[in-house]
């Protein structure tokens, strides 16, 4: 068997997630394998060394996120079978999905259910919309949809030619 072990952290927010892998490099000799962006807010963070550098840097890290953000949950495999170790690197080597845009609802029905706010910030980063402005901050939401509809139809028209 190995002396090798892997910790995991998995925290709130990006910044949590930072001083846990600062921390850790700091506190004791391991290898970062990687940070990744689970979903919903939560990011974490895997690294890899001898069982007792884990444990320290774990231990170390796990307090440095309490102080900055909210720790999820910290743990160490010590000896991990060489299987979790590959599904590990498999992980790490994927590219995290980019996320959907919410920027660009798929339906008029989704555009409808949007609220006035969220209408005018889409309409002030969708190419094509003809209110600039204080003329998007004035509009109601009948105005933003009417808008943004004709924005849609003049960019689908330009791709037919």
């Given at each position: ?18 001083a846990?892998?600062?921390t ?25 060394g ?28 010590p ?13 790490s080597?994927q590219?995290?999905?980019?996320p ?29 919309v ?32």
């Amino acid at each position: 068997m190995s002396d090798t072990a892997i910790g995991l952290i998995e925290t709130h927010g990006l910044i949590g997630v930072l001083a846990a892998a600062d921390t850790a490099a700091k506190a004791a000799d391991v290898q970062l394998l990687g940070v990744e962006r689970v979903g919903g807010g939560l990011v974490s963070v895997r690294f890899r060394g001898d069982t007792a550098s884990v444990q320290a840097a774990v231990s170390a890290a796990s307090e440095a996120v309490r102080q900055v953000s909210q720790l999820v949950s910290a743990h160490v495999i010590p000896s991990p079978a060489i299987d979790v170790e590959a599904a590990l690197a498999t992980t790490s080597s994927q590219p995290v999905a980019p996320p959907v845009s919410p920027e660009a609802p798929s339906s008029v029905a989704e555009l409808e259910a949007l609220s006035v706010t969220r209408l005018r910030q889409l309409a002030r980063k969708t190419p094509g919309v003809l209110l600039q402005g204080r003329q998007i901050s004035r509009a109601n939401k009948d105005q933003l949809l009417a808008a943004l509809r004709a924005a849609a139809r003049g960019a689908s028209d330009a791709d037919r030619r």
